[in-house]
């Protein structure tokens, strides 16, 4: 399943020198810009889209040759308050596809009896606790969002993994406090299709490109060096095949619910963390190819762009629809914060958000896009301002947004990219 995961969504990153120093300049702009919560304010909200990890889970596998904690069914017990009326459908509203990603998690048990990457109820919890935080900014305080749930307004979408369903429903369940007079969809599509992650199952030319370099990114000598000093270190065999990644998703599960770590740990954890970055650095060609980048994330920047297209001139399927939800994982988040020109060379934590608010400036009715990233606004490398004007955001994401038909065509044909 290592490999599964591996390839279903590690991702690269991208130089933050420019974007840091550029922010650091503009903290005091950030820290007093006007929200639409103040009456005061220029800009009137339009449209909200949030793309969210899920929340604390089990690890995908544990680390072999050390000691394994107990992962057991207690953990993954759902709170009372995160319960809502749900159903998960395809693209269109039909049977919800097959699940083989999350079929093959079953494949295994760890060791407790549960298995690899189950929501557990800690992350259900930071969901929940994600949706309050919306609520108190879209429901309390700007009234834009009802106070109820309606499938008109907001819109639900989540890869077809059980812990990104739940995290949704936990969220809308913080968001609307349970209040709900329908049933809430939760929309899904068949992994083969699947653009909330970079998908090497169905993208044959992501496959071919990234599949060297994800081989190639344990091997760096720097890497390697270190791989091998813990490897000795934890008692790991020669034989096993264990990487930073593995490493540090089994570290962080067990640190996020408080069960022991490998005491050999204890002085590896800055190591591990940065050797992980650095890996998915590698394997999304940092600084050598946008080629990578655009396949992974390009068919979800050019959805998230859509829709304040359509939203602007009023042709959204449901004219009243004002919040998007995405929910999906750390190797989501990271390709579009490198995208954005924001990735901060740290492993997205769980339940962490990346939010793209639409504003049109109530004289001017030009639109403007502010986006933040753990409830902080960034000011995007590009962009002349925290409140970033449509045509600057565009710009931003020109180099990497790709249509729909152009995203299957290059999947399917296996030929690179041409210059855009």
């Given amino acids: 399943m290592r490999n599964l995961w591996t390839k279903a969504g590690v991702f690269g990153s991208v ?3 420019f974007g840091s120093m550029l922010w650091s300049q503009k903290q005091a702009e950030v820290a007093s810009s006007c929200t639409s919560a103040d009456p005061s304010s220029p800009y009137q909200l339009k449209l909200v889209q949030v793309l969210f990890r899920h929340g604390a889970r089990t690890p995908l596998k544990s680390i072999p040759g050390v000691t394994e904690v107990q992962w057991v069914p207690k953990l993954l017990e759902p709170p009372a308050h995160t319960h809502i009326n749900y159903e998960v459908t395809d693209l269109h509203g039909g049977p919800r596809p097959p699940a083989a990603i999350e079929d093959g998690y079953r494949q295994n048990v760890l060791n407790g009896g549960t298995f690899p990457g189950q929501l557990t109820t800690l992350g259900m919890q930071q969901l929940y606790e994600l949706g309050e935080k919306l609520r108190r900014r879209y429901v309390e305080e700007t009234h834009f969002l009802s106070a109820t749930f309606s499938p008109a307004e907001v819109y639900v979408r989540s890869t077809n993994i059980l ?44 496959k071919m490109l990234g599949s060297h370099l994800w081989a190639e990114s344990s091997t760096l000598p720097d890497i390697a060096a270190d791989l091998q000093s813990i490897h000795s270190a934890l008692g790991i065999a020669a034989h096993q095949h264990v990487d930073f990644i593995l490493i540090r998703d089994d ?44 396949l992974c994330v390009g068919a979800l920047l050019h959805s998230f762009l859509t829709n304040i297209e359509k939203k ?58 502010k986006v933040s990233y753990i409830g902080q606004d960034q000011l995007i490398p590009g962009c002349s301002g925290v409140y970033c004007p449509l045509e600057e955001f565009k710009q931003v994401l020109s180099a990497y947004s790709l249509s729909f038909e152009a995203y299957h065509s290059l999947c399917t044909s296996g030929e690179g990219l041409t210059e855009p």
């Fill in 15 to 17: 130089s933050v020198a």
């Fill in 163 to 206: 812990r990104t369903i739940e995290s949704a429903k936990c969220l809308v369940a913080g968001l609307f406090l349970q209040k709900q007079t329908e049933i809430v969809p939760i929309l899904t599509t068949e992994s083969a299709s699947e653009i909330l992650y970079p998908n090497f199952r169905g993208c044959k030319l992501l």
């Fill in 251 to 294: 570290m962080v599960a067990r640190e996020a619910h408080g069960l022991a770590c490998p005491s050999a740990l204890d002085n590896w954890r800055n190591t591990v963390e940065q050797r992980a970055v650095e890996m998915i650095c590698h394997v999304y060609g940092y600084n050598s190819s946008t080629e990578i980048l655009q």
């Fill in 312 to 369: 602007l001139e009023g042709t959204l399927s449901e004219p009243d629809r004002k919040l998007f939800l995405y929910s999906a994982h750390d190797t989501t988040l990271i390709p579009c914060l490198m995208a954005l020109g924001i990735f901060d060379m740290r492993w997205p934590p769980f339940a962490a958000d990346i939010t793209m608010e639409l504003h049109q400036h109530q004289e001017t009715k030009k639109p403007f896009v």
